[in-house]
């Protein structure tokens, strides 16, 4: 399966689903137009208490669509966008992505993986359990995020539900995802 993209979606309030839409616009160095995450500068609630100068690593969330078919395992049906993610994809393990890979979505625009996204008490205000449900243990004991990466816009541009999505790996020696 060629990986590409299932659905895109934003919201210009801090809410914690986001609205499937025909296409998003994505600026280079900003993130999602009209998206709540929107800017330069950190714009999570939590983040901006802590330090509202500190660059937006997160200004796009992307999420693998086998995540919900694991959920729905679990008794969680989730659909796009729900989980707040401006990308569902499919056929990519963004996971196991390392930091700075470069996402070239459709003819025109780049991300560049940050790190991951790290399930926040919100999940289980949307649904009781579910934060548990994106967590899980490696044999090392060390904990697994589950709930998508988060990345920075390097080539603006438009993404539809459709588009490919071609990977390129940085230069080794590649570092593991962690928390943004």
């Not at 993986?113 to 994106?134: F, H, M, S």
């Not at 004991?141 to 438009?158: E, F, H, I, P, Q």
Request: with cysteine; net charge neutral; glycine share 8%.
């Amino acid at each position: 399966m060629t990986a590409h993209v299932t659905a895109v979606s934003a919201s210009p309030a801090h809410a914690f689903s986001k609205q499937v839409l025909p296409s998003i616009t994505l600026v280079a160095g900003y993130g999602v137009q009209d998206d709540a995450h929107y800017g330069i500068t950190v714009q999570h609630r939590s983040r901006v208490a802590r330090d509202p100068t500190q660059p937006n690593l997160r200004q796009v969330h992307l999420i693998h669509s086998e995540l919900f078919t694991e959920l729905a395992g679990k008794g969680f049906e989730i659909e796009p966008g729900q989980l707040g993610e401006n990308v569902t994809t499919v056929g990519i393990d963004l996971l196991a992505l390392p930091v700075d890979t470069v996402l070239h979505i459709g003819e025109q625009v780049s991300l560049r993986v940050t790190g991951l996204r790290n399930p926040c008490i919100q999940l289980d205000t949307y649904r009781q359990g579910l934060t548990a449900a994106v967590l899980d243990r490696a044999p090392d004991g060390s904990l697994v995020r589950k709930a998508g990466v988060m990345s920075v816009v390097l080539t603006g541009g438009t993404v539809r539900a459709g588009d490919a999505i071609r990977v390129v790996l940085p230069a080794e020696p590649h570092r593991p995802l962690e928390r943004v």
